[in-house]
């Protein structure tokens, strides 16, 4: 999912900047910054390791609502990121490529973290009705988030999951 995350935005780079030949340019002042895929790429990465640490804090804090209150501070994220993009310094096309590039990240990480994409396991791997499941290591098993399992593309129900002792 980080992955679709960070590809999602360049590829809507990819549409403006080489295909359109529109490049996104910010201006402040006499110094002029061009956006490229690197730095899109880049911030893109970090909103979704962000997320997904909002996630993983609020499910070991407050189960019950985490997805829930995950979703609605994402969605309030994405609102506040469109802040910036009504001030001077760029013109409409880089507006409009930066909203796209918002919107795109927030599309895949809302509803992939969100939990409507949590994948389906199979019987034996969820804990209760939290959303976990086993995750094999190296050195022994793991209880880890099924969104890190996910991502990590070590889902197994190999056996049932036990809840860590608090």
Do not use: N, Q, Y
């Not at 909002?54 to 309030?76: D, N």
């Amino acid at each position: 999912m980080t992955a679709l995350a960070v590809l999602a935005p360049v590829l809507v780079w990819l549409v403006a900047d080489p295909l359109l030949g529109h490049r996104p340019r910010i201006t402040d002042g006499g110094r002029t910054l061009d956006l490229g895929a690197a730095p899109v790429a880049a911030v893109a990465l970090l909103a979704s390791l962000a997320g997904w640490a909002l996630l993983a804090a609020l499910e070991r804090f407050a189960a019950r609502r985490a997805r829930a209150v995950w979703t609605g501070t994402a969605c309030a994220v994405l609102a506040v990121s469109f802040l910036p993009l009504t001030g001077g310094g760029m013109d409409g096309g880089t507006r409009l490529s930066l909203a796209l590039m918002h919107l795109a990240v927030a599309a895949v990480l809302i509803p992939g973290l969100g939990g409507g994409w949590a994948p389906a396991l199979t019987p034996g791997g969820p804990c209760r009705r939290s959303a976990r499941a086993c995750v094999e290591s190296g050195d022994g098993r793991l209880l880890l988030d099924v969104s890190v399992a996910a991502m990590l593309g070590k889902v197994t129900a190999s056996e049932p999951c036990r809840e860590p002792k608090r």
